[in-house]
Every structure is written in structure tokens, then in C-alpha cells.
């Protein structure tokens, strides 16, 4: 039996779709943890190109089981849309193949009027919110106003929580924001409509993973987002609303036993960033785009640019030691190779002061990049399947991350398909 997690070092975005859907080859379950339909997890494979909200990124495999556990936001409409998306690309999925927690909660339609609402009320201040109701429904879970999956199976006491919902809803909706209020025949109508599609999914899925457990099957958290959105650890308040540590994989799975025997850190060969928030090692004009363009660094789930930059060593070692990583991943280096001098993010200066340590997130502003370079390879690097295929300058590259980080890399992805990924032994 093993137990592993797939975790961001970073802001998101750093590929951990493409090595969950790589490495789900020797796992027998897999399980989302946290998170709702706010980020997408690109996948690659012989069924064609996608891009995951909801679903586990090992959907593909045949033969493993995927789990939404407790601790996901289950946006019921969004998860039956994206399942319709899939299996009309050939992926057959079935009960028993996916499997929802009945202790996950519902993200209402409200939580995503409330999330887009408060956003445009902040106008200037924005968090960056994909609108998708993740603050929201995160907030109501924490307050108990909100409705588990397994609630479906009995209607009359779900129509009596809604209707009390409602009430209490309806006071922000009309009041704060001067909303139209929601109603009951309008939440039923969404519910009938999507819950019993989804139904057939939902169990006791902790009940499911204690028996896996105990019979030796080996077990993948995938975690969304990355350390520095996570809301305890990240760069606060421009974070997500639940935890995308993989300490956290215990509870929001619904397997509270487990123990992690291995948490693999996923980081882009370079930073990139969806959002608002700091992001020291931002680039700008034509640089940016031009690594924008040879990466494709548009946001899965909202089609927004994402802001790149050279890798940021600070952050990265920091989100190595907040994941806990025992070893990396590094996904996208054969984007770099159009560079003839890679740019790395060594040191924070803040105050005049150069600094290895990642900041409190009140002095993130103010902290400026140092900038030092590396000789680039200027070759097509997507055919290496061995560390030995790798140019030396891309070898040098690699390695001086692992020296500033203090974790190594056990992938190194060359291109998005499943096979163009180098395991060192």
C-alpha cells in the first residue's frame, strides 16, 4: 500500500493534471481533496486534449477509482456538464469509476451570483476571483448554512433545509447587494434537474477508502492550486478558500488514517500566476508574451493571460517546505528552450536587504527580484526520455533549482503528452 499526494509548490497552474494522469498508472484511487470548479487541470493522452475542473485527473485510467471527497466545493451542475464533455470524447464514466462523497457540499447557483457580485463591488480591490463561488460556499460551510450531497436521498428534509437557506440567503442577496432574492421553486428546479443525474455517484466514500486501505490499495491525493494560494499558508488574502496542502488530504478526502508515504511537488520550469496579488518576479511587455505565447499560459477554467516570469527560488523553496515535498516534478522546461539565457529569481531585496526567505505577505509589495542568468540550450529537447538525452545546459538548469530548493526532481516533463516526461531513477 501506498499513499501519495500531488501538490502545487506555487501558485497554481504548475501541471499536476499532467502528472496525475501520468503517474495514476500505478495507483488504484485516486482523490480530490479540496477546491471546486475554480482552477482546470490540462490533461493530454490518447483521448485527446482537456481541461478538468471537478473531476479527478485520473478519470482516464482504466481500472481506478475516482473520489470527490469531503473537503471539495461540488458544484453539481458544472461536475454533470464537464462529465457529458468527457464521455462524448470516449471516456466512460460510471459509478464505479467516480465516486462523490455524501458529506460534500453543494456550491449553490447563489454562491456564484454572490461571488461575482462581491467582486464587482470591489472593483479596484479585487481578490481575482474566477466567479465560480468558491468564497462563498467556503464561507457558508465554516457558518453550517450549507447542504451535503447525501441530503439528496431525503427530499423532504433537503426542501425544508432550502427553504430555511433561503431566508437567511435572501438578506444579503436583497439586502447588501440589491440582488433579486432566490427562491424556492428556482433552487428545487436546480436541484432536481442536477442532483438526480448525480445520484448514482454519490455514497459513503470514506467507508470506501478505509476498505481500499485496508486491502493494500494504493491511494493519489490530487490537490488543486498550489502552496501560495493556500488559505492558511499563501499570500494572503489573494488565496484560494480552502487548504492545498497536502497535509490537509487526510481530512478533505474523508480518509482520516491516512498517512502520506510520498508528496510529489509540481513546479513549472518558469513562475506564472492567474489572479490578483503579489508576484515578484513578474515580466512585462514583450518578454512576457513571448513566454506567454511559447507556454500557452491561458487559464484553463477562464481563458484569462496568465502573468509569467522567470522561476522564483524564494517562493519555490518555500512552497517545498509548506507542501512538505519528498520529491518535484518539473513540468514545461521545453518552453524554455527558445531562451539563449535563462532568467532565475534568486533573492527577495526588501528594504534594501537581500533576503532567501520567503516574506510575510504584508511585505510582498515591496520586495523586488534579483535576477541572475543561465545559459540556455536553444534546442528541441521533447524527444529525451533519459537525463543523459538532456543538454548539458539544461542538466545545469535543473540541478541549480534542486541546489536552491533542497528537494530533487524525480520528473522532468519535455512536452504535454503523457509519454514525453523523463523519471530519473
Not at 118 to 134: A, C, F
Amino acid at each position: 500500500m501506498s499513499n501519495c499526494a500531488i501538490v502545487g509548490i506555487n501558485w497554481g497552474d504548475e501541471g499536476k493534471g499532467r502528472m496525475v494522469d501520468l503517474l495514476t498508472e500505478r495507483f488504484d484511487v485516486v482523490v480530490r481533496y479540496q477546491g471546486g470548479g475554480n482552477a482546470g487541470h490540462t490533461v493530454v493522452n490518447e483521448f485527446g486534449k482537456f481541461a478538468l475542473h471537478l473531476l479527478p485527473s485520473g478519470i482516464f485510467r482504466s481500472g481506478v477509482v475516482n473520489i470527490l471527497g469531503n473537503g471539495v466545493a461540488l458544484d453539481l451542475e458544472n461536475l454533470w456538464n464537464e462529465i457529458e464533455t468527457v464521455s462524448a470524447q470516449g471516456v466512460a464514466i460510471t459509478p464505479d469509476k467516480l465516486k462523490i462523497s455524501e458529506r460534500a457540499c453543494l456550491l449553490l447557483p447563489w454562491h456564484r451570483d454572490l461571488d461575482g457580485l462581491e467582486e464587482d463591488r470591489l472593483k479596484g480591490k479585487k481578490y481575482g476571483s474566477t466567479r465560480q463561488g468558491i468564497a462563498p460556499f467556503y464561507s457558508d460551510k465554516f457558518q453550517k448554512k450549507s447542504v451535503m450531497a447525501g441530503e439528496l436521498f431525503y427530499p423532504e428534509r433537503l426542501r425544508a433545509h432550502l427553504q430555511d437557506l433561503i431566508e437567511w440567503k435572501n438578506l444579503t442577496l436583497t439586502g447588501v447587494y440589491g440582488a433579486p432574492p432566490a427562491t424556492l421553486e428556482q433552487l428545487l428546479d436546480w436541484v432536481t434537474t442536477y442532483g438526480e443525474k448525480l445520484k448514482p455517484y454519490i455514497c459513503d466514500t470514506s467507508r470506501y477508502l478505509r476498505t481500499a486501505q485496508s486491502s493494500g490499495k494504493n491511494i493519489l491525493f490530487e490537490a488543486q492550486l498550489g502552496a501560495l494560494r493556500d488559505l492558511d499558508f499563501g499570500i494572503h488574502p489573494y488565496t484560494t478558500s480552502s487548504n492545498a496542502v497536502a497535509a490537509y488530504a487526510p481530512v478533505g478526502s474523508g480518509l482520516t488514517s491516512a498517512k502520506l508515504d510520498e508528496v510529489i511537488g509540481v513546479v513549472k520550469a518558469y513562475s506564472t500566476c492567474v489572479g490578483e496579488g503579489p508576484f515578484v518576479c513578474e515580466w512585462f511587455g514583450g518578454d512576457a508574451q513571448r513566454l506567454r505565447d511559447a507556454g500557452g499560459e491561458y487559464g484553463a477554467k477562464t481563458g484569462r493571460p496568465r502573468r509569467v516570469g522567470p522561476i522564483d527560488l524564494v517562493a519555490t523553496r518555500y512552497g517545498v517546505e509548506t507542501q512538505a515535498a519528498t520529491s518535484l516534478a518539473l513540468t514545461k522546461l521545453d518552453v524554455l528552450s527558445y531562451m539563449e539565457k535563462i532568467p532565475l529569481c534568486t533573492h527577495y531585496r526588501i528594504d534594501g536587504k537581500l533576503t532567501e526567505e520567503f516574506p510575510f505577505p504584508a511585505l510582498l509589495d515591496a520586495a523586488e527580484p534579483v535576477i541572475e542568468y543561465m545559459d540556455g540550450w536553444q534546442c528541441d529537447i521533447s524527444a529525451a526520455r533519459r537525463w543523459e538525452e538532456l543538454p548539458e545546459a539544461a542538466q545545469r538548469y535543473i540541478l541549480r533549482i534542486e541546489e536552491a530548493v533542497g528537494c530533487r526532481f524525480a520528473y522532468i516533463s519535455v512536452g504535454a503528452a503523457r509519454d514525453e516526461c523523463i523519471v530519473r531513477a
